[in-house]
């Protein structure tokens, strides 16, 4: 079964004169225990499609969906705030600038103590006091945060990025979530500590099954850490299949040109070559162009992509393209 099945979910932005579709029918499928990457460049609408699975978009954003299934369950048949009760219980959700998300005037310890799930506490409040110290610690160790005692008693500036963004997956583990959502979780820290960020997630995929959505705007990034992988351009969906799959053998242009531009994937060119990009950017909202989104950009573009592909099947990836590329890459 599923973890998560979503298809075709728009999101709209509503504007004072006429609606902009932000997100235009994406797909998104989850197993329980998977680590998928989500990339696509800045602007593809990745955080906004994370917001919507976890609900926190506010009144401006208008979100639709033909399924949308957690664990089997059809979300789509309940109220925005009943499926936000039940997506709340096993979603969390961790960002880039982990600084940003913790209290500034409270310490760790603090912050990890109120976050502890009441669940797991028994006994008279003083006892409940206690456990709630102790669980906060487990959690510190859990990231492996080993000196707790200078951590709990800091306040979020007085630590580095590294250690605020483990404080964060700690505080989501407080929740004992299903599916954590990391959105660009490393993006401002340097490599090293970039790496950590990533074996720490990649252990807790192990040791507790916990099914990560790992969001960033390299796939170089995410190669290393994920099962499958999703692609979106322009808040469209593009190509999805296993990591392996979409890094042998990319059916779409798009998936292609970020595979291309990867230096891993052309360790045998010579060092300083240019690597292969498209020409142009990504489309602001206001001026998205019909059909593919990728057209202006696309070097197999032709007349039929001023209608938007529809997502296919293709040798067991998903593909969104009037003109996929063949097996040999031509
Ligand atoms: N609050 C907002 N108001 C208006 N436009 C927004 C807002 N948030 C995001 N957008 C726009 O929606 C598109 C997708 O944004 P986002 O989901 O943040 O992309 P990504 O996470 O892939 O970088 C972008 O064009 C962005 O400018
Ligand atoms: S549908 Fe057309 S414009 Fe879009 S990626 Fe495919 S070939 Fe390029
Ligand atoms: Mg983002």
């Keep these: 079964m599923n973890l998560i099945d979503i298809r075709n979910l728009s999101i709209e ?9 932000a997100v235009d029918r994406v797909n998104l499928t989850m197993k329980e225990g998977e680590v998928r990457g989500l990339v696509g460049e800045s602007g593809s609408g990745k955080s906004l499609l994370a ?7 506010d009144d401006k954003w208008k979100v639709d969906a033909d399924r949308f299934h957690w664990r089997g369950q059809d979300l789509m048949r309940l109220s925005p705030e009943e499926r936000k009760v039940i997506i709340s219980k096993d979603v969390a ?5 982990p600084m940003a998300c913790l209290d500034p005037t409270t310490t760790i310890g603090e912050q990890l103590e109120e976050a502890v799930d009441t669940e797991q506490l028994t006994g008279f409040f003083w006892q409940k006091r206690q456990q709630r110290k102790q669980a ?16 709990v008693k800091s306040f979020p500036h007085q630590l580095t990025d590294a250690l605020c963004q483990r404080v964060m997956i700690a505080m989501a583990l407080a929740r004992r979530p299903i599916l954590l959502i990391a ?14 960020i990533f074996r720490l997630l990649a252990s807790l995929n192990q040791l507790k099954n916990m099914s990560i959505l790992l969001i960033s705007h390299d796939l170089e990034n995410v190669t290393h850490w994920t099962n499958s992988i999703t692609v979106m351009y322009s808040g469209q969906f593009v190509e999805a ?9 990319p059916y779409h242009p798009y998936t292609r040109a970020l595979v291309d531009s990867s230096p891993k994937a052309n360790m045998q060119i ?6 292969m990009t498209l020409p142009g950017s990504i489309p602001v ?26 997502i296919k099947n293709f040798h067991s990836q998903q593909v969104s393209c009037h003109f996929p590329l063949k097996d040999n890459y031509s």
């Design 241 to 249: 299949g296993t990591t392996e799959q979409i890094f042998s053998q």
């Design 183 to 196: 959105d660009e979780p490393t993006a401002a820290m340097e490599s090293t500590n970039q790496g950590q």
């Design 136 to 151: 906060a610690i487990t959690l510190l160790h859990k990231v492996g945060i080993k000196k707790h005692e200078v951590c």
């Design 13 to 21: 932005l509503q504007t004072a004169t006429k609606p902009i579709l």
């Design 51 to 57: 917001q919507a699975i976890v609900g926190v978009l």
């Design 285 to 310: 909202l206001q001026h998205l162009p019909i059909g593919c989104r990728l057209g202006p950009r696309c070097p197999r573009a032709q007349q039929k992509c001023v209608r938007a592909p529809k």
């Design 93 to 97: 959700m961790i960002f880039q600038e």
């Design 270 to 275: 010579p060092s300083k070559s240019r690597l």
